[in-house]
């Protein structure tokens, strides 16, 4: 799931501590993304499909981010894993179910959030 899915954030709910820094990481970002960003959510609210949009600049986010945002969110949501898993590549769509279906049965992922992600309406 991506941290542009309005599931992941909503921002009313979240501390200003830590929308400061989610604010002060995101500028961390260059210019040209900090563009598209904008254009992919701008795109999203207005009802667009921008999942293609997403996966490409999530591809080019600079090592480190998503780790960063991730750790945000998580603490966002009172719950911290104490050892991040490593983020191995997906080598086909196979192995990317067999990664969902992996999490829901070890109790990672409900069932309903999987079945949004396998299949997308």
């Known amino acids: 799931m991506s941290f542009f899915d309005?599931?992941?954030?909503?921002?009313?709910?979240?501390?200003?501590?830590?929308?400061?820094k989610m604010s002060q990481l995101?500028?961390?970002?260059?210019p040209s993304m900090l563009s598209r960003m904008q254009a992919i959510m701008h795109n999203?609210?207005?009802?667009?499909?921008v999942?293609?949009?997403?996966?490409?600049?999530?591809?080019?986010l600079p090592a480190g981010f998503r780790e960063r945002m991730a750790k945000l969110l998580y603490e966002a949501h009172g719950a911290l894993p104490?050892?991040?898993a490593p983020l191995e590549p997906i080598a086909s769509p196979r192995?990317?179910?067999?990664?969902?279906?992996?999490?829901v049965a070890s109790?990672?992922?409900a069932?309903?959030?999987?079945?949004?992600?396998?299949?997308?309406e």
Do not use: W
């Open 51 to 60: 999942r293609k949009e997403v996966e490409a600049f999530e591809r080019e």
């Open 107 to 109: 109790g990672e992922l």
């Open 26 to 30: 995101i500028q961390e970002l260059p």
């Open 95 to 103: 192995d990317a179910r067999m990664t969902i279906l992996s999490a």
């Open 82 to 84: 104490t050892e991040p």
């Open 6 to 20: 309005p599931r992941m954030m909503d921002p009313s709910k979240l501390k200003p501590e830590t929308l400061m």
């Open 111 to 120: 069932p309903e959030k999987a079945y949004e992600v396998l299949f997308p």
């Open 44 to 49: 999203s609210m207005a009802g667009f499909d």
